[in-house]
């Protein structure tokens, strides 16, 4: 049976890559901080590591604050560790929203009379803010902090440190994540999913194709999904499939060993087949004008001249003929690609 654990969450740091409180970003409509604690709650203690009063009471959690300022997180630790009520606590930061208590269920496992920290490790990094610490650690924090060496890594020299590997577990390197840029708490909101929408003929693919090289070029994976207010035919005269569907099948498919294709005779709906574009960072729709989904809407004058798409849920437009005056969203010629496709980043990195 694993020992009995306190927990400590650090959310003291300075957030700079970030520029705001990472804590208190938002993932599923819950802040980091509550993600974390509620995860952990069913521990004997969860106690918050802050850098100032004020910041994290209302989470309902017991808040310890530091004594030494601008020292990183090894002043957490050690105040997490005077304050915790249990001999061993696992240490982790506020920026890790994947994290689970069945990791450190995981890792309390390994506790014995040989070791005084539990460190777990993968092959790219050691992680001293995701490992369980005993109280017997105190002595050496507080040296390190009197001699002013902060680094953890020096204390995990000093201590009795058993590494757990991560990869000999069943547990995915996502579970210990960190979020500590724009760009990354970017992609965690992913995917984008938004349509390029607009009269027919106005553009719409053209600027679809030329916006997915973008995201590719910065290493998204695009899905593309075209909505057809017509019949289409799938299935090309003289094709096998098109010869199993004119016999009555309702559903013919093909398939190899790199791709497959599905043609099934009944309706569907945008959620279905967003679900079945799997595990990707931006899905773009290609249609759908009357959709609440965000939109880049194509005027082009030879097409059209006024958009027709519901203004509140444009991101931009892509047009030759209307000014930025008689809009309120963003405005972009047709070839500003790389400028419609910045606007869809930073329109997903605000919302």
Do not use: W
Not at 277 to 286: A, K, L, P, T
């Amino acid at each position: 049976m694993a020992a009995k654990l306190s927990v400590g969450v650090l959310a003291g740091g300075k957030s700079t890559r970030m520029g705001q409180d990472k804590a208190l970003l938002c993932l599923e409509s819950r802040r980091f901080i509550d993600r974390i604690c509620g995860e952990l709650s069913g521990f004997s203690q969860v106690l918050i590591s802050a850098a100032q009063k004020g910041i994290y009471e209302d989470t309902g959690y017991q808040v310890v604050y530091d004594e030494h300022r601008d020292i990183g997180p090894m002043e957490g630790i050690y105040q997490v560790l005077r304050a915790a009520s249990e001999e061993y606590v696992f240490i982790c930061a506020a920026d890790m929203p994947f994290l689970k208590k069945e990791l450190v269920e995981y890792m309390a496992e390994y506790i014995s009379s040989d070791y005084d920290c539990y460190c777990l490790v993968d092959e790219e990094h050691i992680h001293p803010l995701c490992a369980i610490y005993s109280k017997k650690m105190l002595p050496v924090i507080q040296r390190q902090i009197e001699s002013g060496h902060f680094r953890l890594l020096n204390v995990l020299r000093q201590a009795r440190t058993k590494y757990i590997r991560l990869e000999t577990s069943c547990f995915d390197k996502k579970i210990v994540r960190n979020i500590n840029t724009r760009e990354e708490y970017a992609r965690l909101k992913l995917p984008m999913i938004f349509c390029v929408s607009g009269v027919k003929d106005s553009g719409k693919t053209g600027l679809i194709i030329k916006l997915i090289n973008e995201f590719i070029a910065e290493d998204y994976s695009v899905a593309a999904i075209k909505h057809d207010g017509h019949e289409y035919v799938m299935d090309h005269e003289g094709t096998d499939t098109e010869r199993f569907r004119r016999a009555g099948a309702v559903c013919s498919a093909i398939f190899s060993d790199t791709q497959y294709s599905i043609n099934r005779a009944e309706g569907t709906d945008i959620e279905t087949l967003l679900s079945l574009c799997g595990d990707v960072d931006v899905v773009i729709i290609e249609g759908l004008k009357a959709s609440p989904y965000p939109k880049v809407e194509v005027v082009r004058g030879e097409r059209s001249r006024t958009p027709v798409c519901d203004r509140d849920t444009l991101i931009c437009l892509a047009t030759d003929v209307v000014s930025q005056e008689e809009v309120k969203c963003p405005v972009f010629g047709m070839d500003d690609i790389h400028g419609i496709f910045l606007c869809v980043k930073n329109h997903f990195e605000r919302n």
